[in-house]
């Protein structure tokens, strides 16, 4: 049972638009989403986070938007730029319960020239 | 700083070997956490490590074993191999009281033949 649902595989934006990768749960349970990037041979990197009191989290071109009600939650890139490109993993935990975090599969992000 | 770094690469085991998968923590940071990613498939996550004892599980049988050292260095190991344990063995570690924000190694390659 997938508690973490990246539906899209992968995602081709144009550079300078905006990306938006999304990403749904289905435990209520948990209480904190992260984002990471990953690369070709390389360890994910945490990207940013979202605390379930929040709805919105910016850094710099990143925001996490998150909707509780509908346990969905969306990183936004703008603008795009080619080193974006990566996988992008979705995952939460449930601070409260334990410190397990459950990733997504993936968000593959292609940024065109 | 150096960040979190594991050990071999890459290693090409057949059915029914043990194997010992080794990562050292960023410096400062007292939790690891191991995870197993599939190809195509998110970290999955399968035990933490915090002040040299288990803390936490994931739904990994008891052959998937660990160890974590005086100085926060963790060894993986994996016995009775089977052809389904092929994936990516990521280590991760996080500082004190920071138990979501992980920084991941760049991961050992297994192969089981």
């Given at each position: 049972?997938?508690?973490?649902?990246?539906?899209?595989?992968?995602?081709?934006?144009?550079?300078?638009?905006?990306?938006?990768?999304?990403?749904?749960?289905?435990?209520?349970?948990?209480?904190?989403?992260?984002?990471?990037?990953?690369?070709?041979?390389?360890?994910?990197?945490?990207?940013?986070?979202?605390?379930?009191?929040?709805?919105?989290?910016?850094?710099?071109?990143?925001?996490?938007?998150?909707?509780?009600?509908?346990?969905?939650?969306?990183?936004?890139?703008?603008?795009?730029?080619?080193?974006?490109?990566?996988?992008?993993?979705c995952?939460?935990?449930?601070m409260?319960?334990?410190?397990?975090i459950?990733?997504?599969?993936?968000t593959?992000l292609?940024?065109l020239? | 700083?150096?960040?979190?770094t594991?050990?071999?690469?890459?290693l090409?085991?057949?059915?029914?070997?043990?194997?010992t998968?080794?990562?050292?923590?960023?410096?400062?940071h007292?939790?690891?956490?191991?995870?197993?990613?599939?190809?195509?498939?998110?970290?999955?996550?399968?035990?933490?490590?915090y002040?040299?004892?288990?803390?936490?599980?994931?739904?990994?049988?008891p052959?998937?074993?660990?160890?974590?050292?005086p100085?926060?260095?963790?060894?993986?190991?994996?016995?009775a191999?089977?052809?389904?344990?092929s994936?990516?063995?990521l280590?991760?570690?996080?500082?004190?009281?920071?138990?979501?924000e992980?920084?991941?190694?760049?991961?050992?390659?297994?192969?089981?033949?």
């Open positions: 049972d997938q508690q973490v649902k990246q539906n899209s595989p992968s995602l081709s934006v144009q550079e300078g638009r905006i990306s938006i990768l999304n990403c749904d749960y289905t435990n209520s349970m948990f209480d904190y989403f992260l984002w990471y990037k990953k690369y070709p041979a390389e360890g994910p990197t945490f990207l940013i986070s979202i605390s379930s009191i929040k709805d919105k989290n910016e850094d710099g071109r990143f925001t996490v938007f998150l909707n509780k009600s509908a346990k969905h939650l969306s990183l936004h890139i703008v603008p795009s730029q080619p080193g974006d490109s990566a996988v992008y993993f995952a939460a935990s449930a409260n319960r334990d410190d397990k459950i990733f997504g599969k993936g593959r292609h940024i020239p | 700083e150096t960040g979190v594991q050990s071999p690469t890459h090409i085991k057949t059915r029914g070997q043990q194997v998968l080794r990562c050292s923590s960023q410096s400062g007292n939790t690891v956490s191991w995870y197993q990613q599939a190809l195509g498939q998110g970290p999955q996550f399968i035990f933490q490590y002040r040299e004892e288990e803390n936490g599980r994931g739904n990994f049988p052959r998937f074993s660990g160890l974590q050292f100085n926060y260095s963790s060894e993986l190991n994996v016995n191999l089977e052809l389904d344990d994936a990516l063995y280590c991760a570690s996080s500082p004190p009281l920071t138990y979501n992980q920084f991941f190694g760049p991961g050992t390659r297994l192969t089981v033949l």
